[in-house]
């Protein structure tokens, strides 16, 4: 149990760590966002790899971060029947989604983005925007990092729903609690 245990806490940390990165990353987006509007509407400069910064900020954000919001239980839930189950039925439920439905999906996003990642490292894309950032290969790669940190995440989350029905609650409270989320 102890090694389930330290690879819970390991994943927890890498994407805690991850997700608090990344937030200031978004400011950082919401920041050059606002410089651009402000160059281009009020001394009419524009700068299209300004552009690209702020994109690509948003979307290394919300590829990377998926794993911060599960570790966090935000992610979207359809709530039927889970926010009044008891806590072992939440457990069995994570380790269904996780197994039948997260990995097998991943699974699929990691064989149809793998192609595209590859290519676009082998020929150093860019963007397609005269003017704009090299290195869309790294942006492109946060695809194979969305998965994989997805898929850890996820194995962390039905490795707590695993303690949690070996008589260890307190690894998964996301679980114990008695309303759920809201």
């Known amino acids: 149990m102890s090694a ?30 606002f410089l651009n509007v402000v160059l281009r509407y009020g001394f009419g400069i524009a700068f299209i790899w300004m552009q690209d910064v702020y994109v690509w900020l948003n979307g290394i954000g919300f590829t990377l971060a998926a794993a911060f919001t599960l570790r966090a239980d935000a992610h979207v839930r359809v709530d039927l029947f889970y926010r009044t189950a008891d806590p072992r039925t939440k ?15 991943l699974a699929v996003i990691w064989a149809y983005a793998w192609p595209a990642v ?6 150093g894309e860019g963007s397609q925007n005269i ?7 790294l942006l492109k790669s946060c695809l194979l990092g969305f998965c994989a940190t997805l898929a850890l995440q996820g194995l962390a989350q039905a490795a ?19 309303g759920g989320t809201p």
Request: proline content about 5%.
């Open 4 to 33: 389930l245990v330290l690879f819970v806490r390991a994943v927890d940390a890498l994407n805690g760590a991850m997700g608090r990165i990344l937030a200031w990353g978004l400011v950082a987006s919401v920041l050059v966002c």
């Open 118 to 123: 590859r290519l676009a490292w082998m020929f």
């Open 160 to 178: 707590k729903a695993a303690l949690l029905l070996a008589g260890q609650p307190a690894f998964a409270p996301h679980l114990a609690s008695a």
């Open 131 to 137: 003017g704009g950032l090299p290195g869309l290969y």
């Open 91 to 105: 457990a069995k439920v994570e380790i269904l989604g996780v197994f039948a439905f997260l990995l097998p999906m």
